[in-house]
């Protein structure tokens, strides 16, 4: 898989199946200081028991970027998901990324989501990682995610969005650990619509030092659950 990152702003969209013909795009909608539109196209070809790889790295000061990835996971489909966020800042401004993933799981397919988060680097500026992850799931699918920040992230604001329909399961383990005076927000809402529709959420924290953490968990029964 190759990717072009230019500007600040892309949208990714994969398309998950388990047809070993079908054919998607990675739609890369960039917006640069000057008017050069582009269009990135991307050939994914997943079956099960297969894993796709999303890596970003951050490298210089005072970069700021917001990237949408929108997963189609077709029906019947069984894949992981592996994501790696990280962040060397040697310079004395601030780099942030902001990444938001939407999940749309079919009925019937099991996802495994699992992302890190580092941050490295001798300078003073801060390293931001802001998550939004939003998950819509169909009946009878299953999806764990697994989302750790290792260390070195000044400042993390993390929203998390499910909602479930019948018979859905959704597995989140949280794993943080913050030192010096870095400062971590994670807050959740689960929402399950379908009757049967189910949750676990747990959180793992490390605050060290004069860190702060804020866990706000919650889970929504709007049906037989």
Do not use: W
């Amino acid at each position: 898989i190759e990717s072009i990152i230019l500007g600040d702003n892309r949208r990714n969209t994969f398309c998950l199946v388990t047809e070993s013909e079908i054919i998607h795009f990675l739609s890369n909608r960039i917006e640069l200081t000057c008017p050069v539109p582009m269009i990135v196209e991307l050939t994914v070809r997943v079956s099960k028991k297969e894993s796709l790889h999303i890596p970003v790295l951050l490298t210089q000061t005072g970069i700021k970027e917001s990237v949408y990835n929108d997963f189609l996971i077709g029906e019947d489909c069984d894949v992981t998901i592996i994501a790696g966020c990280g962040i060397h800042n040697s310079g004395d401004k601030k780099s942030e990324h902001d990444g938001i993933h939407r999940f749309h799981i079919g009925k019937n397919a099991r996802i495994k989501y699992i992302e890190k988060h580092y941050g490295e680097g001798e300078g003073t500026g801060e390293r931001v990682l802001n998550p939004v992850t939003e998950i819509f799931m169909d009946e009878n699918s299953y999806c764990e995610m697994e989302s750790v920040q290792i260390r070195g992230v000044d400042s993390t604001k993390r929203n998390t969005v499910a909602k479930l329909e019948k018979g859905a399961r959704l597995v989140v383990l949280e794993k943080l650990m913050t030192h010096g005076k870095q400062v971590a927000h994670s807050d959740m809402v689960i929402e399950l619509n379908g009757e049967d529709a189910s949750s676990q959420i747990i959180s793992r924290s490390v605050a060290k030092d004069k860190s702060e953490q804020v866990f706000y968990p919650r889970a929504v029964g709007n049906a037989k659950c």
